[in-house]
């Protein structure tokens, strides 16, 4: 029964590979790209990361809600490379130490970045 679902979830997982690299080649995908807007969009992940790190317990599942809403929109607009590269850079500053006393920077500077790309 383990191989059957195995088989079946890799069966499912090489489908969705075909289809969304069909809808990929349809895409224009001019920014995803450009170097430098990728290395923005780390540098926006890293930050949203040290947020989350940065929140009170209680508020970290809010904090990573609005970063993966952030990664729904570049998703949506720039591709799914564009998306990986800025959650894999949340999850690097959420996960890799830093110096704390930056936190209000961070702060900040995500807030901006939810006004500006989130209506918030």
Not at 21 to 43: H, K, N, S, W
Not at 56 to 75: F, T, V, W
Not at 78 to 102: C, I, Q, R, T
Request: glycine share 10%.
């Amino acid at each position: 029964m383990k191989t059957f679902r195995i088989q079946s979830i890799a069966l499912a997982f090489a489908c969705l590979m075909v289809t969304s690299q069909a809808f990929a080649e349809d895409m224009p995908r001019p920014a995803a790209t450009d170097e430098a807007f990728m290395t923005g969009l780390r540098r926006i992940g890293v930050m949203a990361g040290q947020v989350v790190e940065c929140s009170a317990d209680a508020d970290k599942p809010a904090k990573i809600g609005e970063a993966m809403a952030l990664a729904n929109q570049i998703a949506i607009h720039f591709g799914l490379e564009a998306a990986f590269n800025y959650a894999g850079a949340v999850g690097y500053g959420s996960g890799h130490a830093f110096d704390k006393a930056g936190c209000a920077q961070s702060i900040d500077g995500w807030k901006v970045i939810q006004a500006k790309y989130l209506n918030k």
